[in-house]
């Protein structure tokens, strides 16, 4: 005795097969495109954080620009290393009054047709003064 199919499946034997791997390639691909995003925030925060190391270390009445940079690459370095590490870079200015450190990063994305995302942070500490 032969079971009969519902008319629900007609003849499209295999059709909802490609829809569903089309569906989930493009919910793998929207996931990486999620966790680049959270990562590169991960990253801009590391920035923040090193530019705040930096000048704060160069503001120390003694200190240099190199004690500065130092800091700031301490950080970066122990917070962001790896392929996303190698497009940041660190630079201090050390004044009379005032310290900036400004930390330039520029973050490739995961997939080709996104934009590299770029930018800077700088911070800025008032240096010590003689008592």
Known sequence: MQTRRPALFGNDEGFLTAQFVVAVAFSLLLLVLIANVIIVQYARGV???????????GSRLTATSAECIARADEVLDGLLGGAMGDGVSASCTVGPTEVAATVT??????????PAWTGSQTSFAVKEALP
């Open 47 to 57: 920035v923040r954080s090193a530019a705040e190391e930096g000048a704060q270390a």
């Open 105 to 114: 990063y520029t973050f490739e994305p995961w997939l080709p047709l996104i």
